[in-house]
């Protein structure tokens, strides 16, 4: 908690304007750390979240790529696997969202995200690696057009457990950490689309969940890079709508590949 406290009084920084097709690359491999994100997507959110947690808006550039009008140079020069988060760095690119957070964490100053306490660290690598089947289960419902399901359920149920292992305090570890970061751009999204389009509160009869919730939106950090509630929900309507059948195969493809497609998927990305 001691690193989210510190990014409290954080100066709103000036977003640069996301690069489209027509855009003009940044000078790449000049010596400049760029972090390539797009605005909505979830999986870019978390390293975002976690360079402004680090205090290091000065040293890691934001560069903003538009997935809907995606520059050729993007896959060509700098990410051959063309999706967010990736980050230019010491002349190499590293991607993949849950790994980009400990590197950031890792190789750049600032406050550390990850405890020293074994135990603590322990779970959080357990957490970690239990992320992705967490995106899985709640988005399966919403991408096949179903109620809630038994595993969205449980993986909720799991997390609220999760988040009453430690008692100094709310977050997953008791202090703030990248466990909350590799969650919370999840939940901040699932939170709407459950309550909107399946009527479903996610933290109703879960009070850890619903306390974890307030307390992350009290932190500058993860707050400066939220979305607009009403905007992530129409963006999900118009994309759900236009789903209204989705076989097995394709279900199956779709949840296979789910990392490189959900950032388009909610426009800001689902």
């Not at 909505?40 to 959110?45: E, G, L, M, V």
């Not at 230019?88 to 849950?98: F, I, P, Q």
């Not at 600032?110 to 020293?116: K, N, S, V």
């Amino acid at each position: 908690m001691a690193a989210a406290a510190a990014l409290a009084s954080s100066t709103k920084e000036v977003l640069p304007p996301a690069l489209g097709a027509v855009s003009e690359p940044p000078t790449l491999f000049d010596g400049t750390t760029r972090l390539y994100i797009c605005y909505t997507c979830p999986f870019a959110q978390r390293a975002w979240v976690t360079r402004n947690c680090k205090g290091l808006q000065e040293e890691i550039k934001l560069v903003a790529i538009n997935l809907e009008d995606k520059p050729a140079w993007y896959k060509e020069n700098v990410y051959p696997q063309g999706t967010v988060p990736s980050l230019e760095h010491d002349g190499k690119v590293t991607g993949e969202s849950l790994d980009l957070i400990k590197y950031i964490d890792t190789n750049f100053q600032g406050p550390a995200l990850l405890p020293q306490d074994p135990a603590k660290r322990q779970f959080a690598d357990e957490l970690i690696a239990y992320a992705d089947a967490f995106t899985k289960a709640l988005y399966s419902p919403l991408i096949s057009q179903v109620a809630i399901s038994d595993e969205a359920v449980a993986a909720l149920d799991k997390i609220e457990a999760a988040l009453s292992k430690f008692s100094d305090g709310p977050f997953f570890l008791g202090q703030f950490s990248l466990v909350d970061i590799a969650y919370v751009t999840i939940l901040e999204r699932v939170q709407i689309y459950y309550s909107h389009l399946r009527n479903y509160e996610i933290a109703k009869d879960r009070p850890n969940l619903e306390r974890y919730t307030e307390e992350m939106n009290k932190i500058e950090a993860y707050k400066q890079t939220k979305n607009v509630p009403l905007t992530l929900l129409d963006a999900a309507k118009r994309h759900l709508k236009a789903k209204t059948t989705f076989s097995n195969q394709i279900l199956s493809s779709f949840l296979h590949s789910f990392r490189f497609i959900l950032p388009i998927l909610t426009y800001i990305s689902l």
